[in-house]
């Protein structure tokens, strides 16, 4: 089974803190992908990485940057955490091709 | 720009009965369409996609869902709803060319009571 794992389940930073959450994926998958999901908008896409050191921006990038430094991490940063950024965050895999996306437990954020 | 509509933000169905959740979308060229689940505090897990080939995709727990070029629909669907499929459901879509990374409805809460 694919797993993909994120390093905090719930999470809680000031306004101002930098901000990493790490995702690792264990299944040799070139696709990553970072989204956040809020009530009513869905998930909507922050990031995504078709390989190390390659990286796109998605629907919603302000406020965030990524790395991809191995093919298995993917990192989503938050330069400077502000309250709007308060959300679930998931991070996903997948490989190329028909990309059926494997997500992880999500990350709870709560900026105050 | 792709895009997803889920009309429901809820859909309630008694235990036993058959239940459809919605969905439309709107892509350039050919769709990939998925279908995902998520139970409370859980990340979202597949369910089921349409590739190519036959209209009716069967996946996970029973599910199937009907791709309708036409009405550029892909509804969800059970014949018969557990209690247990209570959870958040998303329909996703992307192009088959173009960036790959999905794009997702707002979700609809199926609600199965016994």
């Known amino acids: 089974d694919v797993k993909v794992t994120q390093s905090s389940r719930y999470l809680v930073k000031r306004t101002g803190e930098k901000v990493f959450l790490e995702c690792v994926q264990d299944m040799d998958h070139e696709n990553m992908f970072w989204y956040r999901q809020d009530p009513g908008l869905g998930l909507r896409l922050i990031y995504f990485?078709?390989?190390?050191?390659?990286?796109e921006k998605g629907d919603i990038p302000e406020g965030y940057s990524v790395s991809r430094e191995k093919k298995e991490r993917f990192s989503l940063i938050l330069e400077s955490a502000s309250t709007n950024q308060t959300s679930m965050y998931l991070c996903?895999?997948?490989?190329?091709?028909?990309?059926?996306?494997?997500f992880g437990p999500g990350t709870r954020l709560t900026v105050l | 720009a792709q895009s997803v509509a889920q009309p429901e933000d809820q859909v309630n169905v008694a235990e036993g009965n058959p239940l459809t959740v919605k969905c439309t979308y709107s892509?350039?060229?050919?769709?990939?369409l998925f279908w995902y689940v998520q139970y409370p505090n859980r990340g979202l897990q597949f369910l089921l996609k349409?590739?190519?080939?036959?209209?009716l995709v069967k996946g996970s727990y029973g599910f199937e869902a009907e791709f309708n070029k036409s009405q550029t629909s892909f509804h969800l669907k059970k014949p018969s709803a557990l209690v247990s499929d209570s959870a958040l459901y998303f329909c996703?879509?992307?192009?088959?060319?173009?960036?790959?990374?999905?794009?997702f409805g707002s979700g609809t809460r199926l609600q199965v009571q016994p």
């Open positions: 996703a879509v992307r192009a088959l060319t173009g960036r790959r990374a999905l794009t």
């Open positions: 990485s078709y390989d190390v050191k390659m990286k």
């Open positions: 892509v350039s060229g050919n769709p990939y």
């Open positions: 349409y590739i190519t080939g036959d209209n």
């Open positions: 996903a895999s997948g490989t190329g091709g028909y990309d059926t996306q494997y």
